[in-house]
Nanobody, 126 residues
């Protein structure tokens, strides 16, 4: 069965950086829109960022815009989320997710993701 596995989470001080990675197995990400989502304790899951199948188009939530960068390496079947200037409010379990596309990209809010990773915990604390 297709799988997505996140890595790179951990504890970081405010203002620090982390890079999350999402590796796919059982399928290729070449034809998938990929998104990063997060869920903090007591909060609903929210979309963080999405990237088109080609990697040329991206979207970010207002809360992370200018601080986070999503990228993908289709040759390695991997997607990354570079997280800079981290704040305590960024503390959450971060999930990567994927859905098949025809190559078009309509923005992060358009997609309902079909495949989800198990999540990686990011804790931002002094």
């Amino acid at each position: 069965q297709p799988q997505l596995v996140e890595s790179g989470g951990g504890l970081v001080q405010p203002g620090g950086s982390l890079r999350l990675s999402c590796v796919a197995s059982g399928f290729t990400l070449d034809y998938y829109v990929i998104g990063w989502f997060r869920q903090a304790p007591g909060k609903e899951r929210e979309g963080v960022s999405c990237i088109s199948s080609s990697g040329h188009s991206t979207d970010y939530s207002n809360s992370v815009k200018g601080r986070f960068t999503i990228s993908r390496d289709n040759a390695k079947n991997t997607v990354h989320l570079q997280m800079n200037s981290l704040k305590p409010d960024d503390t959450a379990v971060y999930y990567c997710a994927a859905t098949l596309t025809d190559g078009s990209y309509y923005g992060c809010a358009h997609y309902r993701m079909d495949n989800w990773g198990r999540g990686a915990l990011v804790t931002v604390s002094s």
